[in-house]
């Protein structure tokens, strides 16, 4: 259900707006949980975190199991900045909830991925494998915190990049700071004849750049030659 609501979402979802993300949420230290608490009350753990979840949705909101220990919300929030809020707000209030589990009371900490959802290029494998980066970038920092990927934004980022680097490759060809190197290639079995290997070098302030930095960049600009 959720899978199918997403496909759905991602073909139809506005590249402009980006009015719909989806929030992967899972529990830090899982595991350690588990070994601690048992199964069932690990089972018990997730489903009070989905009911958790569940108090904030809104109405056109969806929310489902992603996997083992992986709830998720497809969220109509909008901005990036309601959705940030909507992430934190879930955040907080798990880090201030004392879980009640039987006998025993647990505090719990969640790190949340998030994909905000464009149309540009976008279907439910690609949200969901965002979501996922995301949520292990969270995870990787240190869990109780929110990481945001907008594909928008990177695509403006690498595009300023790429930008950056066609101007970078002008200014090289004009200051005449491309350089050839050669070194001997030996041969191991004593072919005749001398062989050296050309490489091209740009030169900068921080050194010297090899060419899988700018040369993309020059292939993308027209700026090789034919």
């Known amino acids: 259900h959720c ?24 529990s830090d230290n899982f595991k350690q949980l588990t070994d601690t608490l048992g199964l069932d009350a690990a089972d018990l ?3 009070e975190l989905a009911q958790l979840i569940q108090r904030h949705l809104g109405a056109d909101d969806i929310a489902g199991r992603f996997g083992n220990q992986t709830l998720g919300m497809i969220s109509s929030a909008g901005s990036l900045d309601k959705v940030n809020e909507l992430s934190e707000t879930l955040r907080k209030g798990c880090e201030e909830r004392i879980f009640e589990l039987g006998a025993k009371s647990v505090s ?51 595009a300023a990049e790429s930008l950056q680097w066609r101007d970078r490759i002008k200014s090289a ?15 191991l079995q004593d072919a005749p004849g001398e062989y050296r290997e050309m490489l091209l070098r740009m030169r900068s302030a921080e050194g010297e750049i090899k060419p899988a930095e700018f040369m993309p960049a020059a292939q993308r600009h027209g700026l090789l030659p034919t």
Do not use: C, M, W
């Not at 945001?148 to 403006?156: G, L, M, N």
């Not at 005449?176 to 050669?182: E, I, T």
């Open 3 to 26: 899978i199918a609501a997403l496909e759905r979402i991602s073909t139809n979802s506005n590249a402009e707006r980006g009015d719909h993300a989806l929030l992967l949420i899972e």
């Open 45 to 47: 753990l997730l489903s």
């Open 108 to 158: 719990l900490t969640i790190s949340v991925g998030v994909s905000l959802i464009t149309s540009k290029g976008t279907n439910a494998t690609n949200v969901l494998a965002r979501a996922n980066e995301a949520l292990r970038i969270a995870q990787t920092e240190g869990g109780n915190r929110v990481h945001v990927i907008d594909p928008a934004a990177q695509e403006k980022a690498d």
């Open 173 to 187: 060809l004009s200051n005449n700071d491309f350089q050839l190197h050669y070194q001997s290639v030996v041969s």
